[in-house]
């Protein structure tokens, strides 16, 4: 296994192009957040990307004290994943084990990721819709998006959101 920290700042989307399935993705996510919950690291989304041949395992963290998420972090929170991998090992044969930032695009999961973004645009799919709008408000695990000039109401968690477009400042 190689291991790169990376910082997303540029929002760059990864793919999970290698046909791994949703059990999969959960198992590698939740191995990934046992190896950096503790540091205080929230676990975003793992992704499997085939790059030329080269299986990646990309994990998107972020601090859930709501602070930046800095290189330091990122190599920290890497390390110790590294070692929950290599204990579990989780992957059959060579893999690349990325972490990145949330980044321009983060994926938006919980009532709270909402909550912290409200005015920004998400792009939303799922749950038999499919738009970019602004968050209007989040109430208790409703979403409320304003989609041209319609509030259209969600529950967190029953459909994927990424961030549009990236806030001003960190929220």
């Known amino acids: 296994m190689n291991n790169n920290a990376n910082d997303n700042s540029d929002g760059q989307t990864a793919n999970n192009s290698s046909g791994q399935t949703d059990g999969q993705i959960a198992r590698l996510q939740t191995i990934a957040q046992a190896g950096v919950g503790p540091l205080g690291f929230e676990v ?10 080269e299986l990646i395992v990309l994990v998107r963290i972020d601090r859930l004290d709501e602070q930046p998420v800095t290189m330091a972090d990122i190599t920290g929170a ?4 590294e070692a929950e991998f290599d204990r579990v ?14 980044g321009a695009k983060r994926p938006l999961l ?13 792009r939303v799919r799922g749950d038999g819709q499919a738009f970019t709008a602004p968050i209007k408000a989040v109430d208790g695990e409703n979403v409320t998006f304003d989609v041209n ?11 994927t959101a990424n961030l549009a477009e990236f806030p001003d400042r960190h929220r």
């Open 44 to 53: 975003l989304e793992v992704q499997l990307q085939n790059a030329g041949g």
């Open 78 to 81: 890497s390390r110790a994943a």
């Open 110 to 122: 919980t009532a709270r990721h909402f909550e912290r973004m409200v005015g920004l645009k998400a």
């Open 149 to 159: 000039g319609d509030d259209v109401t969600l529950k967190a968690g029953t459909f």
């Open 89 to 102: 090992d989780p992957v059959t044969g060579e893999y690349r084990l990325e972490f990145e930032s949330p």
